[in-house]
């Protein structure tokens, strides 16, 4: 539709002034916490596997290439999205992952 660099602190007051829309982000921690706030501003979000997004990056990697390769996976009609976690799902898998480290970091 549009091609606008808009930066983090703005991003929010940007979609606020947005009719309601879908949303395609890459999953990521940072991910989920952003389609929690776009979800309560009324947007759809849908969160695309990295994995399922690196095979429509055509040249270098940057953030308007990543973003064009975003787009073009969600348009996918067989593309698979990831469930938006919650902030208490993100913060169990923070305590499990640690906790995985640590008993694998132990002497033998």
């Not at 979609?15 to 389609?35: D, I, K, M, N, R």
Request: glycine share 6%; net charge positive.
């Amino acid at each position: 539709m549009f091609s606008k660099r808009i930066s983090r602190g703005k991003l929010l007051d940007f979609f606020a002034t947005q009719p309601s829309c879908t949303v395609a982000l890459e999953a990521c921690g940072g991910a989920h916490h952003w389609a929690r706030q776009l979800a309560q501003l009324g947007h759809e979000v849908r969160l695309i596997p990295p994995a399922y997004v690196k095979p429509f990056v055509k040249r270098q990697k940057n953030d308007a290439i990543d973003a064009e390769a975003i787009c073009e996976a969600a348009q996918r009609p067989s593309m698979r999205f990831v469930a938006v976690k919650s902030e208490e799902q993100q913060a169990a898998g923070l305590v499990f992952r640690t906790r995985d480290l640590l008993v694998g970091s132990e002497p033998s």
